[in-house]
């Protein structure tokens, strides 16, 4: 008779852990820093095909870092599940805390059940109809949500980035110091100069598809 291969539940919740921290580790970083009344979301992405940072609502914008086939399927499943609840109910139904318990909830699944996890992250941004409302969600690859409503950074260099960010953030930044910024921080954090930029943002003035990219 044969013993059955055993491993302890927390030995394999810690291989798995490290396995996708070290996928998303490979990955760029990608942040959202709130300015005015819009929210900034900038990449470091060399490609100029593939898109780290896409709409997905009336005022909501998604960003993932790690493994792109990864994210990219969720992006078009959260992109669903927004269109049919809008549909089915009402647009304003739709919101960024709606897709990030959604996002948990299929991350945390995948981790807890699957032989191996997605290695990404995900960032989601929500502006509000009223002046100075805004949502900002990373969801991490076992399924933790994290929200704040100022600055989040995803990807292998997100504490970092978070640490550099806090440092020059202030209430009520213009686009171009919030851009400066976000450029700032990571030439400090990776130490070298920028491959090429992906940004975007969601802004009121661009009207009820607040997303907007930006060339930079």
């Known amino acids: ?16 852990a490290e396995y996708a921290r070290k ?19 900038l990449a470091e992405n060399p490609s100029t095909t593939l898109r780290k940072i896409s709409e997905v609502y009336d005022r909501i914008a998604f960003a993932g870092a790690g493994r792109f086939n990864e994210f990219e399927t969720l992006r078009k499943a959260g992109i669903r599940q927004a269109d049919v609840t809008g549909y089915m109910y009402s647009r304003n139904d739709v919101n960024a805390r709606g897709l990030a318990s959604a ?13 191996k996890p997605f290695e ?3 960032l989601l941004a929500e502006i509000g109809p009223e002046p100075g409302q805004r949502d900002l969600f990373k969801v991490s ?13 995803i990807g292998g260099k997100a504490d970092d980035l978070t640490v550099a960010l806090r440092n020059g953030w202030s209430e009520g930044m213009t686009l171009d110091e919030a851009t400066t910024l976000g450029t700032d921080a990571f030439h400090t954090v990776e130490d070298r100069e920028s491959e090429g930029w992906e ?13 907007r990219r930006l060339d930079l």
């Open 1 to 16: 008779m044969t013993i059955p291969f055993y491993v302890p539940p927390e030995q394999l919740v810690r291989d798995k």
């Open 23 to 41: 996928g998303i580790a490979r990955g760029r970083s990608i942040v959202a820093l709130a300015y005015g009344e819009g929210v900034l979301i």
């Open 103 to 115: 996002f948990s909830q299929t991350l945390g699944t995948i981790f807890s059940h699957e032989p």
């Open 120 to 122: 990404v992250e995900i």
């Open 141 to 153: 690859y076992d399924g933790t949500v994290y929200a704040e409503t100022d600055l989040v950074a």
């Open 199 to 211: 940004a975007a943002v969601l802004a009121p003035e661009n009207g009820r598809r607040a997303f």
